[in-house]
T-cell receptor
């Protein structure tokens, strides 16, 4: 199966600073890497994803980078704002069962005003 | 808007009781999932179903069972609830036609077993 490790488990930054969350995965055949954001009391929702044929993808203040050789991918949030405070989850699909994914344990991001 | 819904949203029950959590979706997706969320442990897969006739165990299926009554409905049962099943439960769906397998989550059911 797929093993996914996510770091750090908690992250506190000042408003305006950047935040980086990293995930490593074990299955070298994995080809889709999403990031979900879960605000307090809400459901997880996809914020950005990347496929294995690209190394980076940006969407305004968020970006995801992928290093397939090292088997890790990272979420980058620039110019953080208080509304970025949430729990962030990475995920990776299973090679032999692509409809099934393993999620990281989550990172609680706190942006201090 | 097409959505994923869960009932009940909150439930308090006692040890040994049978509990059913229900999930419905209007997204037209074929794939449905049940996850459990505990603090610091992320989202752990309990059961998943790729169509009405396909049911599969996830990583933590012991103590749980499921029923896929229709493409749009996927129920999770706890036959005899125990306190360590106290958690936040999420149903999710995905569409096999999209290569990325993005998952769409319901609002969650907070279950407390006393």
């Amino acid at each position: 199966g797929e093993n996914v490790e996510q770091h750090p488990s908690t992250l506190s930054v000042q408003e305006g600073d950047s935040a980086v969350i990293k995930c490593t995965y074990s299955d070298s055949a994995s080809n889709y890497f999403p990031w979900y954001k879960q605000e307090l009391g809400k459901r997880p929702q996809l914020i950005i994803d990347i496929r294995s044929n690209v190394g980076e993808k940006k969407d305004q203040r968020i970006a995801v980078t992928l290093n397939k050789t090292a088997k890790h991918f990272s979420l980058h949030i620039t110019e953080t704002q208080p509304e970025d405070s949430a729990v962030y989850f990475c995920a990776a699909p299973h090679n032999t069962n692509a409809g099934k994914s393993t999620f990281g344990d989550g990172t609680t991001l706190t942006v201090k005003p | 808007d097409a959505d994923v819904t869960q009932t009940p949203r909150n439930r308090i029950t006692k040890t040994g009781k049978r509990i059913m959590l229900e999930c419905s979706q209007t997204k037209g997706h074929d794939r449905m999932y049940w996850y459990r969320q505990d603090p610091g442990l992320g989202l752990r897969l309990i059961y998943y179903s790729f169509d009405v006739k396909d049911i599969n165990k996830g990583e933590i299926s012991d103590g749980y069972s499921v029923s896929r009554q229709a493409q749009a409905k996927f129920s999770l049962s706890l036959e005899s609830a125990i306190p360590n099943q106290t958690a936040l439960y999420f149903c999710a769906t995905s569409d096999f036609r999209t290569a990325g397998h993005e998952q769409f989550f319901g609002p969650g059911t907070r279950l407390t077993v006393l």
